[in-house]
């Protein structure tokens, strides 16, 4: 269904598909209805994931991707199943909050992207070549034109134009925009001290956009703009991208090599140290990030708790093969390890 919606050309459809998913086409014996929401970042993969699950299985799920934000608050509420987010629940507030709601909480990896630099700039479809400082400066505000000196140093064989730069920014609370922010607060002192690492953070310039899909659309449809996208989206609609330059001054591109070398760099990950931005490998892309899905620990339902517990152990493993087509890295075989290990713990 995703690809049939981008080969429409119109993101506002993706945008409204949102609300009617393939994965909601009810099995015709379906017995267990599960329900989930968060990250726009998964949606493309959970949306062909989920399809396949319940046509082999007496499930339905209903996935709304709203936001890593909305999707914790909907999940402590427990007016859904599942969540979703890029980044996993803060131990301070968010965390306490689930726990008092619903008892322990089970945090599984379920997805690796990149985070794309995409770009609209006249002239200019290939080959814009940007660094952390650069980038940290343009969405601070202060670099402003497109034929900044900052920019063109970075760019001399590119013709770039004397055009206002458009940042382009999520208005919802994103993971998306946690593994963005974590990127430019490592690279960039200025960054970090005036706006910081978050999901909703105190953007100093641009225009905030819902989801990953309506930040894409916006880029896409005005010139000179700037912004962060899911890889997935970026590819499919055929949105031009900046490559960036990683730790090793190599200039990159994400990409199905560079995000798994990304993740490579942090080999180690847990629901406490995620973080795999601005990694050490020599082509390691940047920006990249795992998304987690938040499920209760003990499940009062106990029909509906082991159906849901089945479906993300699958999704961990067997489901990973359907990741690479739509721009996502397979899982490491650790990182299975590691949500099918909390999933076992799983009571009913």
């Known amino acids: 269904m995703y690809k049939r919606i981008l080969a429409s050309g119109a993101l506002a459809v993706l945008c409204a598909a949102s609300l009617m998913t393939a994965s909601q086409a009810t099995p015709a014996r379906a017995s267990v209805s599960l329900t989930g929401a968060g990250s726009s970042f998964d949606f493309p993969f959970f949306d062909k994931a989920f399809s396949v699950y319940q046509s082999s299985h007496s499930v339905s799920i209903n996935y709304q991707p709203i936001g890593s934000g909305a999707g914790i608050q909907q999940f402590t509420a427990k007016t859904v199943d599942f969540g979703a987010s890029d980044v996993p629940m803060n131990p301070v507030s968010e965390l306490p909050a689930a726990v008092k709601a619903g008892g322990a909480v089970l945090q599984i990896p379920v997805a690796l992207g990149g985070v ?149 760099s942090f080999p180690k990950v847990t629901s406490e140290k995620f973080s795999i931005v601005n990694g050490s490998g020599k082509n390691a892309y940047p920006i990249a990030g795992y998304s987690w899905a938040l499920v209760f620990k003990h499940q009062t339902d106990s029909t509906k708790g082991k159906a849901l517990v089945n479906l993300m152990k699958w999704t961990v493993t067997t489901g990973q093969k359907y990741a690479k087509n739509l721009q996502y890295v397979p899982l490491p075989s650790g990182v299975q390890k590691l949500g099918t290990s909390l999933l076992k713990t799983a009571t009913f």
């Open 116 to 264: 794309s630099v995409a770009y609209n700039v006249p002239g200019v479809k290939t080959g814009l070549h940007l660094n952390g400082t650069v980038l940290a400066k343009i969405f601070l505000g202060t670099i402003s034109k497109w034929n900044d000196r900052a920019i063109k140093a970075l760019n001399k064989k590119v013709s770039l134009p004397d055009t206002q730069i458009t940042v382009v920014h999520r208005s919802d609370g994103s993971g998306t925009s946690y593994i963005f922010t974590d990127y430019l607060s490592k690279v960039s002192d200025q960054w970090r001290g005036l706006a910081g690492t978050g999901k909703l953070p105190n953007w100093p310039t641009g225009i905030g956009e819902k989801g990953n899909p309506g930040v894409a659309d916006l880029i896409r449809s005005t010139p000179g703009t700037i912004g962060y996208v899911e890889l997935a989206y970026v590819i499919q609609t055929h949105m031009h991208q900046a490559m960036l330059e990683n730790r090793k001054h190599n200039f990159l591109v994400p990409n199905l090599k560079t995000v798994a070398a990304a993740a490579a």
